[in-house]
């Protein structure tokens, strides 16, 4: 404890067996880094443009050309991390997706789709394709 002062130790709960597994989570007074990251994905979402839009035409009071430049890209990086946020989990919006599909395909086993059923379950397919497409993109 003296080495690593903010180090943490709990016991998981696992009554199976006489061992009993531990998190150990080992804490820095390291400063990290804010690094900004671009994901690619971004531009192919619908709101990508109006965000950059928006945050590039934020009246900033330089006069200098390189300020200026400088302020607007800060202006720039805020409001996409701001926006990213807002942005739900790719990851979850496809689970949940797939989850309503297979409830559409559940319920036609044992009747007909309505139209409004049906039309819901292709626009919901589209959806996913383009969820699909932008996690592609994302892992590339």
């Not at 934020?58 to 202006?75: E, F, Q, R, T």
Request: net charge positive.
């Amino acid at each position: 404890m003296t080495a690593f002062p903010d180090t943490l130790t709990m016991p998981l709960a696992r009554p199976t067996s006489d061992h009993i597994p531990c998190v150990v989570r080992i804490g820095t007074l390291i400063p990290k880094s804010k690094f900004f990251r671009f994901e690619n994905y971004w531009l192919q979402h619908s709101d990508f443009m109006d965000v950059v839009a928006i945050a590039w035409n934020i009246p900033v009071g330089h006069s200098d050309y390189a300020k200026s430049i400088n302020a607007k890209l800060k202006n720039l990086r805020r409001a996409l991390k701001q926006w990213a946020r807002t942005i739900s989990c790719l990851k979850r919006k496809i689970e949940n997706l797939n989850e309503v599909i297979f409830f559409f395909d559940l319920v036609e086993e044992f009747r007909n789709l309505s139209d409004s059923e049906w039309n819901c379950r292709n626009l919901l397919k589209e959806e996913l394709l383009i969820l699909l497409k932008n996690q592609k993109i994302y892992w590339k």
